[in-house]
């Protein structure tokens, strides 16, 4: 570790031996800061997972708008919760997407090291899906160095055979947001950019898209670029 990382590893409060740090960057917002330690041990995971949960019950302002739970119940509940999690590296980033279900706020979030992801890096479908007023999923915007298939002004009709606002609103529950138009519309950006320190999901598996254009129905399957 250089000189400027341990600095900043111990500005933020954490021991440079410690596996992983939850802190609050922003009053509704909570973070796993880089590691340090190659070696992770369940009680590592637990115990991060349990920090989170101290910090989202003290720090985070709009606790009582967001959970019927008050915060001395909600992290009794979830410290009881924890004992009967297996803690390892796929159990702790699925309880922490668990953990952000709970709460629809836009401002809220959370990040994972690279070296405890299932992800090696960001990953794009090549374009930009809007959720529309209307609730219609369009292309907004197409990189055509990734994919020449889709193009802007496209109607998605269908993803992997299931209606594209059924799929949105599915997907939309891993990250929600203050308002259902909110959610729709970052489920969509969040479908065609997958980050490696917020993996929303876990594999990379081509996607199916059955789009509307010129009246005339189209069917391609997109993978994900890195």
């Known amino acids: 570790m250089n000189?400027?990382?341990k600095r900043r590893c111990l500005c933020a409060g954490v021991p440079p031996n410690k596996a992983l740090h939850l802190t609050v960057i922003a009053p509704l917002v909570f973070t796993?800061?880089?590691?340090?330690?190659?070696?992770?041990?369940?009680n590592d995971y637990k115990s991060d997972y349990l920090e989170g949960c101290e910090l989202i019950s003290k720090k985070y302002i709009y606790f009582e708008r967001k959970c019927?739970?008050?915060?001395?119940?909600?992290?009794?509940q979830k410290e009881q919760y924890a004992d009967s999690v297996i803690w390892n590296q796929n159990s702790f980033i699925k309880e922490i997407r668990d953990l952000r279900t709970l709460f629809p706020d836009g401002h809220f979030g959370w990040k994972?090291?690279?070296?405890?992801s299932p992800l090696d890096g960001f990953y794009t479908l090549g374009f930009v899906p809007t959720f529309t007023s209307d609730s219609v999923l369009v292309v907004k915007k197409v990189f055509p160095?990734?994919?020449?298939?889709?193009?802007?002004?496209?109607?998605?009709?269908?993803?992997?055979?299931?209606?594209?606002?059924?799929?949105i609103k599915a997907f939309g529950i891993k990250a929600p947001q203050s308002t259902i138009n909110a959610t729709h519309e970052i489920a969509a950006r969040n479908l065609s950019l997958i980050k490696y320190n917020a993996p929303i999901i876990d594999s990379l598996e081509d996607i199916?898209?059955?789009?509307?254009?010129?009246?005339?129905?189209?069917?391609?399957?997109?993978?994900y670029y890195y």
């Not at 019927?68 to 009794?76: A, G, I, Q």
């Not at 994972?112 to 405890?116: L, M």
């Not at 199916?208 to 993978?223: A, K, S």
């Open 3 to 5: 000189g400027r990382m």
């Open 32 to 42: 796993c800061a880089i590691a340090f330690s190659q070696n992770f041990t369940g």
């Open 68 to 76: 019927t739970l008050s915060r001395s119940d909600f992290l009794k």
């Open 112 to 116: 994972i090291p690279r070296n405890i």
């Open 145 to 167: 160095y990734y994919t020449k298939q889709l193009r802007v002004n496209d109607t998605i009709v269908e993803i992997n055979s299931i209606p594209a606002k059924e799929f």
């Open 208 to 223: 199916e898209f059955t789009i509307l254009r010129n009246h005339q129905q189209r069917t391609f399957n997109v993978g």
